[in-house]
């Protein structure tokens, strides 16, 4: 049950946002909340990112190589590439391969 | 994805079916939410969820990185208002998707308008965004959006179904669990544009991480919000 509240409660959240500007009839004015919007992303994923690698259920632990080196790479092959999808395309080969080598 | 993957989309090689259109842009972005999709399908068993609550979340969500970032607070413990704030800041940015929707529909009724948006994400705002910038009619633009719609939600479930009815089939050694931290670096490395950005993310990891031990899943939105103080402070 708390798992169907969780989700109920995120997903009301979330529609909420996707219809903010619907409901305001104010597609105008998103231009100028655009640039402190555009700041939260980096933000939380950035966050995320870090706490995948160094948090293990709040306790700051030492990442693991492989996985570090997955994620590293999969940001570059994005960064160069311009595509997202090359994340999981790069960012799992490299981590089979450290793996299989017994890296980390 | 940027739109600079998006160049292949040219007036000269438009097809002017918009569902053709949509199949063929959306095609190679549905392939790759597949282990995208069977990743939070895995981490939603291994959290413990059962088949239908999954599903009711992947469904009402429709947000892929929120849903992860909820299984994952769920699975370590999180309460209620800890999904919700993560889930929250995740989705922040579906405020500017839904002000692409708004106006890309502003001709249609607002009930119309306010079911359109329902099922905006990353790609088909996308993709949408590309594609709308050439002269196009709102039953075209409503094609062709619900039918990027349609696929990215078969291919994002199916992959979850599949996930589920694998279960302990997966192998550990196929590192699905590396799947969202590598999808958020890559999100973050297609939305990181210069200092501030980087300023932002790097002050928000660095008190998230320094705080885990006092704040616990609080610490990511007092995080977000010092890295966001942050970032504006450098950027004026």
Redo the contacts between chains.
């Keep these: 049950m708390?798992?169907?509240?969780?989700?109920?409660?995120?997903?009301a959240?979330?529609?909420f946002?996707?219809?903010?500007?619907?409901?305001a009839g104010a597609?105008a004015s998103?231009p100028r909340?655009?640039?402190?919007?555009?700041?939260?992303?980096?933000?939380?994923?950035?966050?995320?990112?870090?706490?995948?690698?160094?948090?293990d259920?709040?306790?700051?632990v030492v990442p693991h190589g492989g996985?570090t080196l997955?994620?590293?790479l999969?940001?570059?092959a994005?960064?160069v590439s311009?595509?997202?999808?090359?994340?999981?395309?790069v960012?799992?080969p490299v981590?089979?391969l450290t793996?299989a080598l017994g890296l980390g | 994805m940027t739109i600079a993957d998006l160049e292949i989309i040219t007036a000269d090689d438009t097809p002017t079916s918009p569902s053709r259109a949509a199949i063929d842009d959306t095609a190679p972005f549905a392939l790759a939410l597949i282990p995208f999709g069977l990743a939070v399908g895995g981490a939603s068993a291994a959290a413990g969820l059962s088949f239908g609550t999954a599903m009711f979340g992947a469904l009402v969500l429709l947000a892929g990185a929120a849903q992860l970032a909820a299984v994952e607070t769920l699975g370590s413990g999180g309460d209620i208002l800890a999904v919700v704030i993560v889930a929250g800041l995740i989705n922040v940015r579906f405020v500017l998707y839904g002000a692409g929707v708004a106006t890309w529909f502003e001709g249609l009724p607002l009930r119309h308008r306010l079911l359109l948006v329902y099922p905006v994400v990353d790609q088909t705002f996308m993709l949408c965004q590309r594609r709308f910038e050439e002269e196009r009619d709102l039953g075209w633009r409503q094609q062709y959006y619900l039918t990027v719609t349609a696929l990215l939600v078969a291919a994002f479930i199916g992959s979850q179904v599949l996930a589920f009815q694998l279960g302990s089939g997966l192998p550990a050694g196929l590192g699905l669990h590396l799947a969202a931290p590598l999808a958020f670096a890559g999100m973050l490395a297609g939305s990181v544009r210069g200092r501030t950005e980087l300023i932002t993310g790097l002050v928000a990891a660095v008190i998230v991480i320094g705080s885990a031990g006092v704040l616990g899943p609080l610490g990511l939105p007092v995080g977000v919000v010092a890295g966001v103080a942050a970032g504006i402070r450098v950027s004026s």
């Design positions: 708390t798992a169907i509240l969780a989700f109920s409660f995120a997903a959240i979330t529609y946002m996707r219809s903010s500007v619907t409901l597609a998103a909340i655009g640039p402190w919007l555009a700041l939260v992303s980096p933000a939380v994923l950035m966050a995320l990112v870090a706490s995948s690698l160094v948090l259920h709040g306790t700051v996985e997955a994620i590293v999969a940001a570059v994005v960064r311009g595509n997202v999808s090359m994340a999981l395309a960012g799992l981590y089979w793996s």
